[in-house]
Each structure stands twice: as C-alpha cells, then as structure tokens.
C-alpha cells in the first residue's frame, strides 16, 4: 500500500527554540513512519519579511538542519530540502497567481494583522501579499495529501484547497485537495510568561547550553501575585507550572500543584526540579546536535540530496501543468 504524502514547511528567520521542537519537530518526526514526509526549508518565505537584509539566511539554514537531524528526521525516510534548491516552486507559484483573486489575498487574516503589528519593517510588498499563493505552489507541486496544521492556521490551508480548486476549475483535474492534517500543538510560554516567540525575546533556544539554559529558566516569571517565598502561589496561572507539566514527572507536578498552593515549596526549588528533566530531555538532542555540527559538508550534502529528490517530483507535477494549461 502507498504512504499517503505529507507535506510541512519551516522559515529560517531565526534560531529554533523549544516551542518550534515540541510545537513542529516532534509531530514531523512521529509521521514519518505512518507517511511519506515531504519537509522544506522555507528561505523564499523568510524573505517575505526579511527581504532588506538576508546576512544571517545562510547560518540559519543550517542552524535549522542541524536542528531538524538532531530532532530525530531521518533524510531516509523522510524528503527533508530547501525551497530555493527546488524552482518548480516558483514557477507554479507564476501560473497559480494569474488566476488568484486579490480579494482573497486581502482578506487572509494575518496579512492585515501583520501590516499593522510590524511597525520596523516595510511589508507593502509584492510578496508579502502573494505568499499564500507560494504557499499554495509549496503544496500542490508535491500533491500533498495531508498538511498538518494547528486550529489557527486552517483558514492559510483553507485558501490552498479554494485556489486548487480553481486552478481543477479551469484546467481539469491536475491536484488533489490537500487535507489537514488537525494537530494539537502544545503552548509553551517563553520566559516572560507570553507565548514563547523570537519576536518576544524570551525564547529557550536549542542551540543554548546548559548553563545559559539555566541562568534563562532561573529568571523565568512565576505566578505575578506571589512575591515572597511565604505567599501561596496558584499553579493555574504560572508559566513555568505549564512548563512542569511537559517536562516534569507527574508525581512532582502532583506535588507542586498542592505545596504551592499552601506555600510549601518555593519557586527556586521548582524551578531547580524543571532544570533538571529539561536539560536531561534536551541533553540528547543537543549531543547528536553537537556531532553534526563538526561534519557541515554532511548536513549540506543531506540537503541537497533531498532537493534533488524533491526536485523529480515537482518537476513532473509541473509538467502535468503545462500541459492541462496547454503552455
Ligand atoms: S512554586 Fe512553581 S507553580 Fe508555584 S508559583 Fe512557583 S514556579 Fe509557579
């Protein structure tokens, strides 16, 4: 029986933390056995937003590639390659976009939420606006069965499925409706107590040792209302208690869930206890991490072996293209 096809992307636009390792990586890293993974470096999409300066592009490719091996994808079982190796991308990109309507552009709502939020960047472009349609093309070059997705991108896979339909509309059957894939992502809160993002600052990278891991976690904002040692605490609303909960055992979160409360145990101690089984989680990752890094020409060649491999797939899709659109 063939593997139904899964398809998922990432952007370089900065270092990978914890949040993109238990939020992306470690569901890529389960699907591989049940389908046949397509998984892509987004670089064309970092520029999207980071087109005035790509200076750090190239260290963040590789950053993420080590990240991704490291993370347990294996270029044996799965397609793992970067966007820009594989320009099928962007010629379907060309043809979908002459039939997408502008309106459906405009409507896609973190366009206009970005627009407004990013205030050090001009992102009236071109691009910006199109990059649906690119993603659209990331897609459909692949057919894609499955994308997997988490509640709040389902209207970004919603406007793929309206522009495949389009495109099957006008030329005839070339693409499948990619389905998604629902996925529960955990939410993991950064350092400050919001969602852990590069944008916030207040990010645990993987790439960081040990000891700045641990000088970050010491900092971390616990409960707000509790700022002596002797007042209870309330584990509900306690960033770091989310944080327990994913990585310490469940005895000791029992544990905290109750002390807390009563004021039997202080933050320093759980945060101690967390230390311990996130850097004991991550201590693997960051070994396997560790050999990669001393062999790049390795992780370069793995990359561009997927991209050839990426590269026949698509090039064959477009071709179907071409010819359902007569070019
Ligand atoms: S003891 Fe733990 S759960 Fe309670 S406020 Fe401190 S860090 Fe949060």
């Known amino acids: 029986m063939t593997k139904k096809r899964v398809l998922s992307g990432m952007q370089p636009s900065g270092l990978l933390h914890l949040g993109n390792l238990m939020g992306a990586l470690d569901n890529w890293r389960k699907l591989q056995d049940q389908y046949e993974c397509y998984y892509f470096i987004a670089d064309w999409h970092a520029l999207t937003t980071n087109y005035a300066d790509t200076s750090m592009i190239g260290t963040y490719v590789h950053e993420m590639v080590l990240n991704w091996l490291a993370a347990g994808l294996d270029p044996e079982k799965s397609v793992l390659f970067k966007q820009s190796l594989v ?21 896609v709502p973190t366009y206009k939420e970005k627009l407004e939020q990013v205030a050090d960047k001009d992102l009236h472009t071109y691009g910006f606006l199109g990059y649906p349609v690119l993603q659209a093309a990331d897609i459909l070059i692949y057919k894609a069965d499955f994308v997997p997705v988490g509640i709040d991108q389902l209207p970004h896979l919603e406007l793929t499925r309206e522009i495949c339909r389009r495109f099957d509309q006008f030329y005839g059957n070339v693409f499948p409706e990619p389905q998604p894939l629902m996925t529960e992502y955990p939410k993991l809160p950064g350092t400050d107590g919001r969602k852990m993002s590069k944008s916030y600052n207040n990010c645990l990278y993987l790439s960081e040792s040990p000891e700045e891991l641990s000088k970050k976690v010491m900092q971390m904002v616990t409960d707000p209302a509790r700022v002596r040692r002797q007042d209870p605490g309330n584990p509900d ?72 491999r990426a590269r026949v797939v698509a090039a064959q899709t477009l071709a179907e293209v071409n010819e359902a659109m007569k070019l």
């Open 87 to 107: 320009p099928e991308h962007a010629v379907l990109h060309v043809l979908l976009s002459m039939a997408t309507p502008l309106p459906w552009l405009e409507r």
């Open 237 to 308: 609303v306690c960033p770091l208690f989310a944080l327990d909960k994913i990585f310490a055992p469940k005895e000791w979160c029992e544990h905290v869930n109750v002390e807390c409360r009563r004021a039997g145990i202080g933050c320093v101690d759980d945060k101690k206890e967390l230390l311990k089984h996130l850097l004991a989680f991550l201590k693997p990752l960051q070994e396997r991490r560790k050999e990669l890094a001393a062999h790049p020409k390795r992780v370069l060649e793995i990359i561009q072996e997927g991209s050839g």
